[in-house]
T-cell receptor, first 115, second 113 residues
Framework: GAGVSQSPRYKVAKRGQDVALRCDPI?????LFWYQQALGQGPEFLTY????????KSGLPSDRFFAERPEGSVSTLKIQRTQQEDSAVYLC?????????????FGSGTRLTVV | LAKTTQPISMDSYEGQEVNITCSHN???????ITWYQQFPSQGPRFIIQ???TKVTNEVASLFIPADRKSSTLSLPRVSLSDTAVYYC??????????????FGAGTRLAVHP
């Protein structure tokens, strides 16, 4: 596609529910990142994939967060047993290669609200 | 990772030039300076990147003094549509095959009619 697509755009979950957020990166992009953005704050790194390999998951806040990219294209961020503090916008970004000399392309994000 | 400091907010009027300065006193030799723009309900968008001196593209200019401890993003003749949050990032863009962008809180620019 022309850009990074994320779905759903909005998700309301009851506390304790599991959610799955999808990211469709730009076709051919090797690198894929997930970020979490709280209201009024800058995005914070969660995890990084190079093709299907998850090379860095140092930003995942707890073991309730899990990300996968099994075929090296579409990625899913899963949050188990959601808590109110998980409410945020989840952003996905991709790039042709790992280097950012031409910048990363971000999707519009999924706004998760846990009630 | 070099830390950046930028104003929390700025106000301007249509047609004016806006300069946003970012401080990065601990910038390393291999670090580049990158600016992103973020509109409400959208992800950040790459604006410009540089290493030293001046870089210009169709959107903005980036001025970097010789000591590289600061940088200034210059937006010529802003319009209402330039109202957004602007992030300054510093990092080695070629390190380890990837670079996890480290965002601060950014500068909220409000352009008024």
């Amino acid at each position: 596609g022309a850009g990074v697509s994320q779905s759903p755009r909005y998700k309301v979950a009851k506390r304790g529910q599991d959610v799955a957020l999808r990211c469709d990166p730009i076709s051919g992009h090797v690198s894929l990142f997930w970020y979490q953005q709280a209201l009024g704050q800058g995005p914070e790194f969660l995890t990084y994939f190079q093709n299907e390999a998850q090379l860095d998951k140092s930003g995942l806040p707890s073991d309730r967060f899990f990300a996968e990219r099994p075929e090296g294209s579409v990625s899913t961020l899963k949050i188990q047993r959601t808590q109110q503090e998980d409410s945020a916008v989840y952003l996905c970004a991709s790039s042709l290669a790992g280097t950012q000399d031409i910048g990363y392309t971000f999707g519009s994000g999924t706004r998760l609200t846990v009630v | 990772l070099a830390k950046t400091t930028q104003p929390i907010s700025m106000d301007s009027y249509e047609g004016q030039e806006v300069n946003i300065t970012c401080s990065h006193n601990n910038i390393a030799t291999n670090d580049y300076i990158t600016w992103y723009q973020q509109f409400p309900s959208q992800g950040p968008r790459f604006i410009i990147q540089g290493y030293k001196t001046k870089v210009t593209n169709e959107v903005a200019s980036l001025f970097i003094p010789a000591d590289r401890k600061s940088s200034t993003l210059s937006l010529p003749r802003v319009s209402l549509s330039d109202t957004a949050v602007y992030y300054c990032l510093v990092g080695d863009i070629f390190s380890g095959g990837y670079n996890k962008l480290i965002f601060g809180a950014g500068t909220r620019l409000a352009v008024h009619p």
